[in-house]
């Protein structure tokens, strides 16, 4: 058995290594293909499309493995696996909502969701990284936020999530501190202004203006240390949008960055509720 497991576990990081390297490839001969005709686009969402169908299967596969019997070192290989098959997956995942975005493809839903509970969720999502790194993670949503409020929940966890990540990510030592507020918008309904504080390695300010841009990573060095598309902003400015929204950041470098957005706050027509603590 143990065996058949080595076996299974060395072929599955087989085909993790060749589908990362094809998506390696791939993106480096893409981004070049992008910057020369917008088909590009609908390329890569085909692309991403053929790699998501057989990466799956691998996921699925090192999933069921990890929940066999497997001393601790085979455990290990597949937790690698695991992680290593998540970020593909993540990467596909950004593709090709990039070529939604672009197509005009992507609607949002409109649904009553507990937005302290998303909190949490997205919260969760990051605090095991942000824990392997000793990172202290504060929650801090105002006494006053409502607690049942309308819109896409999946997009805005989405959104929330992938400045949380970006936070660990570029954080060595500190704090990583998400702030929810409503706050008045000087024409028209309430806002909710969500704003994702770190004590990071910083943004210099001549790169500043081109973070909201596709595949632009503040330096090469920075890509090659963090890894990355630099695609995740860009969706997240997509996405705040469509939402009706703004966002925007602030950072000095050495010392940190605040990435901030705000969306138009609809209150869901819900039997009324205490407001309810941010949960992690
Ligand atoms: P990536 O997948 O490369 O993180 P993003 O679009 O999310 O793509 O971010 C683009 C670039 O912006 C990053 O590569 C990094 O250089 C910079 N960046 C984003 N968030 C932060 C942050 N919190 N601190 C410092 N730099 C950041």
């Known amino acids: 058995v143990l065996c058949g497991g080595l076996a299974y576990a060395l072929f ?44 799956t299967a691998v996921l699925g596969f090192a999933d069921l ?14 937790e690698h696996q695991r992680t290593a098959g998540r970020a593909l997956l993540a ?26 509970a998303l909190v949490g969720e997205a919260a969760t999502l990051v605090r095991p990284a942000a ?4 990172l202290h993670m504060v929650l801090d949503c105002s006494p006053d936020l409502p607690t049942w409020v309308e819109g896409d929940p999946t997009r805005l966890r989405q959104v929330i999530g992938n ?19 409503p706050t008045p918008s000087p024409s028209g309904p309430p ?10 390695i910083g943004i210099p300010a001549a790169k500043r203006d081109r973070l909201f841009r596709r595949f632009s990573q503040v330096s090469v060095s920075t890509c090659r240390e963090y890894g990355g598309t630099g695609l995740g902003l860009v969706i997240c400015k997509s996405l705040v949008e469509l939402m009706g929204g703004e966002i925007g950041a602030d950072s000095t470098e050495g010392q940190g960055s605040t990435f901030w957005f705000t969306i138009p706050l609809q ?7 205490p407001a309810a603590p941010c949960r992690a």
Not at 91 to 116: M, Q, T, V, W, Y
Not at 131 to 134: F, H, I, L, N, R
Request: charged content about 25%.
């Open 65 to 78: 493995l990890a929940k066999s019997p497997l001393d601790a070192t085979q455990a290990n290989w597949v």
């Open 12 to 55: 599955t990081w087989y085909c993790i290594r060749m589908l990362d390297r094809r998506t390696e490839d791939l993106s480096t001969r893409l981004v070049d293909a992008d910057r020369r005709s917008g088909e590009a686009s609908a390329f890569l969402a085909m692309i991403s499309h053929e790699l998501r169908t057989p990466l």
């Open 267 to 273: 209150v869901a027509d819900m039997p009324a509720a």
């Open 191 to 200: 806002l909710l202004q969500v704003a994702v504080h770190d004590t990071g």
């Open 131 to 134: 824990d392997a790194k000793g």
């Open 91 to 116: 990467i596909i995942n950004d593709i090709l909502d990039c070529s939604k975005i672009e197509a005009g493809a992507l609607r949002l839903e409109r649904i009553a969701f507990d937005l302290p």
């Open 163 to 181: 400045l949380l990540g970006n936070a660990v990510k570029f954080t060595a030592a500190g704090t990583v501190r998400l702030a929810l507020r």
